[in-house]
């Protein structure tokens, strides 16, 4: 049986994916995306939920922080003026504090998903980022959390 030879060439392997299992549109790169998206933003909403794994978490209220990119077609208010045609973040704000008083899960990933479904299926977001945190979880780190990115064809 032959060992690894530190002093010999690298070994190089080429993987060929059938086209069925071939990307069937190019990715689109984020400079290209928010391009073509208007960027609603909330950033430092904070709010208590129960949330965690540890058997200290599991019933008593805890902060988490979210900030909140939410990517929209070109937004009709900027001509409009009208807060109709843009996300109203007082309507953000007050889904936030529902979901995070009823959600059932126990991982920040599990809540920050269903933020991300909120702001698109209630909002109409096409592209949302969520960054979910537990500000001071431990007494030497400033946060823990999650940052998803989510597109309104990929949740569909």
Known sequence: ????????????????????????????????????????????????????????ELHEPQPVQLDLAI???SLRACETDRIEDTINYAAVRAELHTLLATHK????????????????????A?????????????DDVAAVGVIIERQRERLA
């Open 126 to 138: 096409q592209w949302v980022r969520v960054k979910l945190c537990k500000p001071a979880k431990f």
């Open 1 to 56: 049986m032959d060992r690894f030879n530190p002093g010999s060439s690298p070994i190089h392997f080429t993987v060929v994916l059938p086209s069925s299992a071939r990307p069937t549109r190019e990715p689109v790169e984020q400079s290209q995306h928010a391009a073509a998206l208007d960027i609603v933003y909330i950033e430092g909403f904070v709010a208590q939920t129960v949330i965690g794994i540890d058997a200290g």
């Open 71 to 73: 990517g929209v077609p």
């Open 105 to 124: 899960v126990q991982l920040l990933e599990a809540l920050a998903e269903q933020v991300a479904r909120l702001l698109i299926d209630r909002f109409g």
